[in-house]
């Protein structure tokens, strides 16, 4: 059973930064592809980035590019977003996700990962 516990969510104001965490058990890291989702009130939840298991290549949706980083710290098994120069439509909450499977996927849907953390709040003031 793989478990992926989310941390580091706050209320911030636009400009400052904060750095999520996404702690797996059951699973290396390593193994797995790792995604970063959000979903802000009233609107659907939506890829934000992901890093790849076997080459750590990372993608990002538009939006955050440039301002998010995300990355893995294999020793302690768990990815971190890192975000920089936050904005108010940054407010959401964060979801890690994690996939296991080798086949092609299309990193920005849902169904491509197999599990879920709970989220953690992440809220910018104006």
């Known amino acids: 059973q793989v478990q992926l516990v989310e941390s580091g969510g706050g209320l911030v104001q636009a400009g400052a930064s904060l750095r999520l965490s996404c702690a797996a058990s059951?699973?290396?890291?390593?193994?797995?592809?790792l995604g970063w989702f959000r979903q802000a009130p009233g609107k659907e939840r939506e890829f934000v980035a992901l890093?790849?298991?076997?080459?750590?290549?990372?993608f990002y949706a538009e939006s955050v590019k440039g301002r998010f980083t995300i990355t893995r710290d294999a020793a302690k098994n768990t990815v971190y977003l890192e975000m920089n120069s936050l904005k108010p439509e940054d407010t959401a909450v964060y979801f890690c996700?994690?996939?296991?499977?080798?086949?092609?996927?299309?990193?920005?849907?849902?169904?491509?990962?197999?599990?879920w953390g709970q989220g953690t709040q992440v809220t910018v003031s104006s």
């Open positions: 059951g699973r290396a890291v390593s193994s797995t592809a």
């Open positions: 996700a994690a996939r296991f499977r080798s086949s092609a996927y299309i990193p920005g849907r849902e169904s491509s990962y197999d599990y």
């Open positions: 890093i790849k298991r076997s080459s750590g290549s990372t």
